[in-house]
């Protein structure tokens, strides 16, 4: 991960208007690819032997990466958004192009994504929009990102009445067969492969939306603490973010319903990994997983080509109609790895349900008060390391029923993330960087407020919300989750 700050912010400003935008033709990809290492032929498996040692950081250049969700729906009835149309998805990409200096990734005559320098906006399957931000340094540069993209993206969709976008975990009215497919290549391929390969993977790609947060490492020990770490706790966390209580126009008996979708989709290339909670794991250990996992596809002359029935262990040695390995194809594979944590040129952490704006820096400045602070590392491991394998996979299928309510073997976990809470603030609290002299705890403290201090997700407060003061309606649910 590259620390690059975010050279255009507006927070509340006025539209900036541009006569001429710019279309970009690019393959249908926002991924790591490149052409020169598409090019870089992969011979044998050893030569990946130092990938993830490439990107590892010094302690000054460490960074957080967020990557933010948000649902599009009508807002007469609170169904999906189309992709197509006058107040569809592609809409309002062409108008985020127009009128805020956008540059549009094209698949055809299709928009499927737009960059502006290294900010890059993607549409997931079911036309969720998401906010790639660069890597920062301190999350007050994560909150002004986040204020910007959706200060743009309301204004974007001020003039289309009948658009607005939600903060959410899963499309609340909408069911699968309602939501449209974003017309890109990559997602057909996707979808054919993941229709035979958990019987809730569709829904995932096309109804669900979480934050995920993209965390640096300093050497191979730390990158493989940091995910031990992770993935012992992420259960916990994925608890204290429960946010998709409601779907197809009621509530859904889940707190969690996302990631009940997550834990019944393709379980070659999903999951907790809890054998990676174990001590001693390696690069080689993370790399033996990603080889074994089965391949989707791979990108020749800007044309998406379906791989079936290879590992890409064996796509090394075998090659796969007259094609060859390449480092390109390496980095799109490992994209196609959708653990709770998984390595890639960062740790990225993938558990939160979407949550409201005021919570999104939030789950970036937990992780980064327990993954960057070595006292914060062991304190946070010390109260989940009585677990053993099964009673880590057992809590992560209960919490999206119990949410908060779940177990760690014979432990609550209220008072575990009650205490994670109070570890990563006071990390926080030692992590002056950047010339920021603010304490970032502030953003714990929300969760601390809304979440701990009551015992209650928001999915628990969104229920009593719909029970009460909502009054069951569903214009009061849109507007309750709106951005």
Known sequence: MVGTRLNYVIVGGPKRRYSRPHYLKEPGVLSTLTQEPQSQLLNHEADLTHYFDRF???????????????????????????????????????????????????????????????????????GQIELSAPPVCSIFEIEAQLQTFLYELRQASSELPDVKWLAFGIQPFSTLEQVSWVPKERYAIMAAYMEKHGPLSHHMMKLTATNQINLDYLSEADAMEKLRVALGITSIVSAMFAHSCFSEGSPNGWMSKRLEIWNQTDPDRSGLLPAFTQPGKTFRDYMDYVLD?????????????????????????????????????????????????????????????GQEPALIPSVAAFWKGILYDQEALVRAWELVAFANENERLRLHAEVPKKGLKAKLGDKPILPIAAELVQIACASLAKQIRCRESRNECLFVDRIRQKIINNGKSPAETLLEAWRGKLGQKRENLIQYLRI
Not at 58 to 72: D, P
Request: hydrophobic share 40%.
């Open 293 to 353: 996992i089965p391949m989707l596809f791979i990108v020749r002359r800007k044309k998406w080509i379906a791989v079936s029935g290879l590992t890409f262990r064996q796509y090394i040695k075998k090659g796969f109609q007259n094609e060859k390995a390449t480092l390109g194809d390496f980095e799109l594979h490992l994209s196609t790895a959708f653990p709770e944590v998984r390595l890639k040129q960062y740790i990225e952490i993938r558990g939160a349900d």
């Open 56 to 126: 590892e950081k010094k302690e000054e250049m460490i960074r957080v990466g967020l990557e933010s969700e948000f649902l599009g729906v009508c807002h007469k009835d609170g169904f999906a958004l189309p992709y197509h149309g006058e107040t569809g998805v592609h809409a309002v990409l062409k108008r985020l192009v127009s009128e805020f200096h956008y540059e549009a990734l094209m698949e055809g005559p299709n928009i499927i994504g737009l960059r502006r320098g290294n900010l890059y906006i993607s549409l997931e399957p079911g």
